[in-house]
């Protein structure tokens, strides 16, 4: 048996909490990566800062990312229809996938740079960053960080992978701007170099956090099942119905941020069809009122063997 339409409907009024809760995160967002992209351009030019000038670059990529984290959210909040009988919620991975590339290519160009610095070998026409680079750095760290855990709170609420791929954007962003503190403290202490050291780090930041929003938003594209922790959980919840008498199969898939269940239920081969489907239908319920993640559930009953 599969989710009625009431149910759908119910569902579809949860989605647009979702869009409003994330477009609302998401401006929040825009508005602080837009001011302090322009605070840390001003003080890397201003202080001859390197570091400070590639974590600028860095912020105002989030801006372009959280961009395609709306758009991806939009799109995966739509209902179901004729093409999409599953609904949309791949879209949101899909979005995610972007935002990886993004933050990688991102990154790259900053890396080369630093390296092809650290690699001339001279360091005499390298310029040591001012103060302004380091007060510039700290502002960037504590806002960065805020701007992380409002993002992941809210991320974590609507269960939302997009939206948690820009979280950790957003810290990635906070650890550049300690290698970037520690590069322009380092080059005011007579090590110019450590100014394109720290923007090599930076660079290692940036392509650590690319990989795990890109691993994590695959993972979601293909049909991956979930934890062994979470369908203990399912299967223990179907034997709470003292009608079922053992389980033959149980399969789980993530669809964008929904999860698909199948199982196939054991139970008294006398009985009939009426009381085999009110048995399905209890499971059902029993399940999708205990884990509200679940969007889609199969059930199956078999006669348990003598």
């Not at 899909?94 to 160009?109: D, H, K, N, Q, R």
Request: net charge negative; charged share 25%; with cysteine.
């Amino acid at each position: 048996m599969e989710k009625n339409e009431q149910l759908v409907k119910k569902e579809n009024g949860t989605e647009t909490d979702f869009q409003k809760v994330a477009n609302k995160v998401a401006v929040i967002t825009i508005i602080g990566n837009l001011v302090l992209s322009v605070l840390k351009l001003l003080a890397g030019v201003i202080a001859h800062s390197n570091a400070m000038i590639s974590d600028a670059i860095h912020s105002a990529s989030d801006v372009f990312s959280t961009f395609v984290v709306m758009i991806g959210i939009k799109l995966a909040s739509k209902k179901p229809d004729k093409e999409h009988p599953y609904g949309h919620e791949r879209l949101e991975c899909v979005a995610a996938i972007l935002l990886a590339v993004v933050l990688f290519m991102t990154g790259l160009g900053i890396g080369m740079e630093a390296l092809k610095n650290i690699t001339s070998g001279d360091y005499s026409n390298l310029q040591v960053p001012g103060v302004l680079a380091l007060a510039a750095a700290i502002v960037s760290i504590v806002a960065k960080e805020t701007m992380y855990w409002y993002t992941r709170f809210y991320a974590k609420k609507i269960d939302s992978s997009a939206l948690m791929a820009d979280a950790w954007h957003h810290r990635s962003d906070a650890f550049s701007s300690v290698g970037a503190l520690i590069g322009i403290a380092g080059a005011r202490l007579g090590a110019p170099v450590m100014d394109s050291i720290a923007s090599l780090v930076i660079f290692l930041f940036i392509v650590k956090a690319s990989y795990d929003i890109f691993k994590d938003a695959i993972d979601k594209m293909v049909d991956h099942s979930c934890d062994e922790e979470t369908e203990r959980q399912i299967r223990d919840c179907v034997m709470k119905n003292d009608t079922v008498m053992g389980i033959d199969l149980l399969q789980t898939r993530i669809f964008g941020n929904k999860i698909y269940v199948d199982v196939e239920i054991q139970a008294d081969g006398s009985h009939t069809l009426k009381e085999a489907h009110a048995i399905a239908e209890a499971v059902h319920d029993d399940i999708e009122r205990n884990f509200p993640k679940v969007k889609h559930i199969m059930v199956h009953v078999n006669p348990a063997e003598e």
